[in-house]
């Protein structure tokens, strides 16, 4: 007959053995993860893995003659980041913004990172799909919707948005007009 504390000790690893041997569920649902920002009072995210960092509010440069949707170049660790006036850019009839807050980074695979000026610090999100955006979305930029409204924005189309691209010439661009040689 086995002794007491063998028995506790077989019946432990019993209860071991078939807890380990139970099925595995999944992960569960897959999840969507985002950062949440206001932009003007309104509620805006972006997909997480396309933020590179958040800055918090620091020394700007304003753009006055910049492209349309940039307002202000900061700097990101020694690089020059241009960054989006962003309530002009998802609403043209804003007026310009006089100052600027957080800048939310974003990067994609290819191409320059650009900034988007954000009201206040961003947080995080995590949800289990996007909703279809609604009917008075914010044209291409807008990628879909959170179910408390939140306005998910598409970090490809801003990344490739004409109006958030730093136009940079250089000498190179325009070489001199060469005189034309007479000819014999």
Do not use: K, Q
């Amino acid at each position: 007959m086995p002794r007491p504390a063998e028995a506790a000790r077989a019946r432990v690893l019993a209860d071991r053995a078939a807890e380990l041997a139970r099925p595995v569920e999944g992960p569960g649902p897959p999840v969507v993860l985002l950062l949440r920002f206001t932009v003007a009072g309104a509620a805006y995210a972006v997909g997480l893995a396309a933020v590179r960092e958040v800055l918090a509010p620091g020394p700007a440069a304003r753009l006055p003659l910049g492209a349309s949707g940039l307002g202000w170049i900061v700097n990101c660790r020694g690089e020059l980041l241009p960054v989006a006036d962003t309530a002009r850019l998802l609403d043209p009839a804003l007026p310009a913004a006089t100052a600027i807050g957080p800048v939310v980074v974003v990067a994609g695979a290819s191409g320059p990172p650009v900034g988007l000026a954000v009201d206040e610090a961003p947080d995080l999100a995590a949800i289990p799909s996007l909703m279809p955006p609604p009917a008075t979305s914010r044209g291409p930029l807008l990628l879909g919707a959170m179910a408390d409204g939140t306005a998910v924005l598409d970090a490809a189309a801003l990344l490739a948005d004409p109006r958030l691209r730093a136009h940079r010439e250089t000498a190179m661009d325009h070489p001199p007009a060469r005189a034309r040689e007479p000819h014999p």
